[in-house]
């Protein structure tokens, strides 16, 4: 605490600091102003990687816990919150340019898979599974993952000495091998034996963009149909009822529209990095209900690159319905020339942390992507092409007035 205190001093944060201007050409700004009815960003954004290179190297003002952290002390009153345990810390790093980015501390190792007695949800949550996880996501041409990128960071200059969250402070300490450590601070599994520790001060990590406030652009979290049971023994029904789809259809708003297209995608994303853990999907409210479902939270990813878990792919399966362009580039990404691994494999050697993929991981992907067009042609030998695959067309960029946020 009084390094703390004399650290503040030197910076003279103890005095009231003017007001700062918001400029406009800032990357968090820009990237926020992006967002269309078509996804988080333009195909051909440049603001992408200037906020991957602005999350990179810009020096953190100030560090605190995640609003999930907080409900759970009771020091917020926060809705839409997933519970989560102490094992899974995050931290909320603040950069200039009111730049805001989730960081999410190395737990586990690259060539390390998970156990196999592990249930989902007690599943170590990867950062390089959120860096891979935007790559790809970027690749499939979704566009709904924020973008993440990955980082060295000095958990002493970068986290202890510019909080002002006594209680994160309070969570620090030296290992008995000398590196710095700290652990999440909740009612249960909060102990020094969950600790991430520096090497000594410097901690791998992701740090994924936030999205605009929700003042500004709404969002709805939403189950996923498709939930899994977070119980040792339970079954939901589409575990237990193949024909589980034909309900779904009947319910607003899978009925029309693309909605039940969109969770197919979301479940191809799942199938290909292995994320059992999607209870919920959240959407911008402004586009309503033919928006696109955002990709968030996708550390529980590439966990097992040797198991491949058929039954994320019910919404495939059961529904036997896919978007053509979705279809389209997932066949490109097929071909030998465009193999998916090759394509993965050159776009995350642009992150900071790479390797973020180990190969067998990278193989994966092409494994998957074989399974996922052999459920499609299974679909398409039973009920035909044309009841199968859906002709979605491309709208146009969403003018000013259609975006999430305002441009002014």
Same mark, same amino acid.
């Given at each position: ?5 004399l650290y503040r001093?030197?910076l003279?944060?103890?005095?009231l $600091?003017?007001?700062l201007p918001?400029?406009?050409? $800032? /990357?968090?700004?820009?990237f926020h102003?992006?967002?269309s009815r078509?996804g988080?960003y ?5 603001v992408v990687n ?5 999350m990179?190297?810009f020096?953190?003002?100030? $560090?605190?816990y995640s ?6 002390? &009771? ?6 919150i ?5 094992v899974h810390l995050k !931290?909320? *790093?603040?950069?200039?340019d009111?730049?805001?980015?989730m960081f ?5 190792k690259?060539e390390?898979?998970?156990p196999e007695d ?15 996880a935007?790559h !790809?996501?970027r690749i499939l041409d979704?566009r709904?993952v924020p973008?993440t990128v990955g980082?060295?960071?000095?958990v002493t200059k970068?986290i ?6 006594e ?6 300490f030296v ?5 710095v450590?700290f652990?999440a601070?909740?009612?249960? #599994?909060?102990? %020094?034996e ?6 000594p001060h410097?901690l791998?990590?992701s740090?994924?963009a936030?999205l605009p406030s929700?003042?500004?652009?709404p ?5 996923n149909?498709?939930?899994? /049971?977070?119980?040792?023994d &339970? ?7 193949p024909l589980?789809?034909n309900?779904?259809r009947?319910?607003?708003?899978y009925?029309n529209g693309?909605r039940l297209l969109?969770i ?8 290909l990095?292995g994320?059992m853990d999607?209870?919920?999907y959240?959407?911008? %409210?402004t586009?309503?209900?033919?928006g696109?479902l955002l990709? *968030?939270d996708? $550390?529980?990813?590439? &966990?097992?690159?040797s198991?491949?878990?058929t039954?994320?792919?019910?919404p495939l399966?059961?529904?036997?319905v896919i978007?053509?362009?979705?279809l389209?580039?997932l066949q490109?990404?097929?071909e030998p020339?465009y193999?998916l691994?090759?394509v #993965?494999?050159? /776009?995350?050697?642009q992150d900071? *942390?790479?390797?973020?993929?180990t190969e067998?991981h990278l193989l994966?992907?092409?494994r998957?992507l074989?399974?996922?067009l052999?459920?499609v042609?299974?679909c398409?030998d =039973?009920y &035909?092409?044309a009841k ?5 067309t491309r ?6 007035s259609?975006r999430?946020?305002?441009? =002014?």
């Amino acid at each position: 605490s009084r390094r703390h205190k004399l650290y503040r001093e030197e910076l003279n944060l103890t005095s009231l $600091a003017a007001p700062l201007p918001l400029r406009p050409e $800032a /990357s968090w700004l820009q990237f926020h102003l992006g967002i269309s009815r078509d996804g988080l960003y333009p195909r051909s954004s440049p603001v992408v990687n200037r906020l991957l290179r602005d999350m990179r190297d810009f020096t953190t003002i100030s $560090a605190d816990y995640s609003q999930d952290e907080k409900a759970l002390l &009771g020091a917020c009153d926060c809705s839409q919150i997933v519970k989560p345990s102490g094992v899974h810390l995050k !931290l909320v *790093l603040r950069f200039r340019d009111f730049g805001k980015a989730m960081f999410k501390p190395m737990r586990q190792k690259r060539e390390e898979e998970t156990p196999e007695d592990f249930f989902y949800f007690v599943d170590f949550q990867r950062h390089n599974a959120e860096i891979a996880a935007f790559h !790809l996501d970027r690749i499939l041409d979704f566009r709904r993952v924020p973008p993440t990128v990955g980082r060295l960071i000095n958990v002493t200059k970068e986290i202890l000495e510019v909080t002002k969250n006594e209680i994160l402070q309070s969570v620090f300490f030296v290992s008995p091998a000398s590196n710095v450590c700290f652990f999440a601070k909740c009612p249960y #599994m909060c102990k %020094t034996e969950y600790a991430v520790c520096g090497n000594p001060h410097l901690l791998e990590g992701s740090l994924s963009a936030f999205l605009p406030s929700l003042n500004l652009a709404p969002r709805l979290s939403i189950p996923n149909p498709w939930i899994r /049971s977070y119980s040792f023994d &339970g079954k939901e029904e589409w575990e237990v009822n193949p024909l589980y789809c034909n309900t779904v259809r009947e319910i607003y708003p899978y009925s029309n529209g693309n909605r039940l297209l969109n969770i197919v995608d979301m479940a191809i994303f799942d199938f290909l990095i292995g994320n059992m853990d999607r209870h919920h999907y959240e959407m911008f %409210t402004t586009f309503g209900d033919d928006g696109f479902l955002l990709h *968030l939270d996708n $550390a529980r990813g590439f &966990g097992r690159h040797s198991h491949d878990e058929t039954s994320i792919l019910a919404p495939l399966s059961q529904c036997c319905v896919i978007k053509r362009t979705t279809l389209l580039r997932l066949q490109l990404l097929a071909e030998p020339e465009y193999r998916l691994s090759d394509v #993965m494999r050159e /776009s995350l050697q642009q992150d900071p *942390l790479a390797p973020v993929l180990t190969e067998p991981h990278l193989l994966a992907l092409d494994r998957r992507l074989q399974l996922i067009l052999k459920a499609v042609g299974k679909c398409i030998d =039973t009920y &035909g092409e044309a009841k199968v695959v859906a002709n979605d067309t491309r709208q146009p960029e969403a003018p000013a007035s259609d975006r999430a946020t305002p441009t =002014t």
